[in-house]
């Protein structure tokens, strides 16, 4: 199975679609000049990114869900976050060039550890999806999930 890279999206899209989706975190104007990282994915017809989030101590005791995949202790992916992204508005991270070491290192083993849950990711991508389609806000994990037809309508505005 073809292997998952990490990619960055356009700040500009993610400003645009984050005005419509409560669930989508970006940080205007603020201190905050962390890239939007992830990996993307095919679902529906639609190239969806889902978010890489920094590892935080309080996910530490967390147990894995369906919509929450541990990336050993560096990291998270967010599938509740996911959205479509056009082509054009994401790019792939040249790890190799980052010339900040302990970054480069850190996305480096991000990568590897991605690529050994590949499968599973896609799996519960997909999985995600699906359920807050079927059950749109009736049960815990579709309150926490982008509204993914909203999201789909909203791409669709976008690139026009």
Partial sequence: ???LKIYEVNPYYVKFISDYQEHIFYDEGGNNTRKYIGV???INGYKYFAPLSSFKKKRRKMRERVDLIKIKDIAVINLNNMIPVPEGDFKLVDING???KNYRYL???E???INK???RIRKNANTVYKHKCVNNNGTS?????NDFKKLEQLYKEYIG
């Fill in 1 to 3: 199975m073809k292997s």
């Fill in 111 to 113: 990568n590897i550890e």
């Fill in 141 to 145: 994990l579709s309150k926490r999930t």
């Fill in 107 to 109: 996305l480096q083993s």
């Fill in 117 to 119: 849950q590949k499968e």
């Fill in 40 to 42: 993307v994915l095919d």
């Fill in 98 to 100: 980052i010339k900040d």
